[in-house]
């Protein structure tokens, strides 16, 4: 090796003291991270909602309406069965497009599809629109995040 190839004691010692100080930098900005941005396990789950009564929502049909601040939807199947879920894609987070001449909800930004039961029949997604808890209370339809 010629001198100009090797490293300097100093400029060694000066990097192996730099891992000391960069662990010191990294680890409370990770423990910051962990308190601005907690897990989903830990957030207050939002309160149940009433978004329609039976009576205004006919058998195939479909509303809809906001839920913790993002776009949902809720379908009736029939006259028993009603859906409800989120309407962001799981691939990236678009918003889904509700098209009633293919009874799917389609995703512009690349091409996913959900069926009807939010299930993922095309495209990216990798898996099926978050799904919501439904009940009916009296002529109240009423939703509310599943809990884990």
Same mark, same amino acid.
């Given at each position: 090796?010629?001198?100009?190839?090797?490293?300097?004691?100093?400029?060694?010692?000066?990097?192996?003291?730099?891992?000391?100080? +960069?662990?010191? *930098?990294? =680890?409370?900005? +990770? =423990?910051?991270?962990?308190?601005?941005?907690?897990? =989903?396990?830990?957030?207050?789950?939002?309160?149940?909602?009433?978004?329609?009564?039976?009576?205004?929502?006919? *058998?195939?049909?479909?509303?809809?309406?906001?839920?913790? @601040? =993002?776009?949902?939807?809720?379908?009736?199947?029939?006259?028993?069965?009603?859906?409800?879920?989120?309407?962001?894609?799981?691939?990236?987070?678009?918003? *889904?497009?509700?098209?009633?001449? @293919?009874?799917?909800?389609?995703?512009?930004?690349?091409?996913?599809?959900?069926?009807?039961?939010?299930?993922?029949?095309?495209?990216?997604?990798?898996?099926?629109?978050? +799904?919501?808890?439904?009940?009916?209370?009296? @002529?109240? *339809?009423?939703?509310?995040?599943?809990? +884990?």
């Amino acid at each position: 090796m010629s001198k100009k190839e090797q490293i300097s004691r100093r400029r060694f010692l000066t990097i192996l003291g730099g891992i000391p100080l +960069a662990g010191a *930098v990294l =680890a409370p900005t +990770a =423990a910051m991270t962990q308190f601005l941005y907690p897990p =989903a396990s830990l957030r207050t789950p939002p309160k149940p909602l009433q978004v329609a009564s039976l009576s205004e929502l006919p *058998v195939g049909g479909l509303k809809e309406f906001e839920y913790n @601040d =993002a776009p949902a939807a809720l379908v009736r199947k029939s006259e028993q069965e009603i859906l409800a879920f989120y309407r962001k894609c799981t691939h990236l987070g678009c918003t *889904v497009i509700w098209k009633p001449e @293919d009874k799917i909800f389609f995703c512009p930004c690349h091409g996913g599809k959900f069926d009807l039961d939010g299930k993922n029949i095309g495209g990216p997604p990798p898996k099926p629109l978050i +799904a919501l808890q439904v009940t009916v209370d009296g @002529d109240k *339809v009423i939703v509310q995040e599943r809990s +884990a």
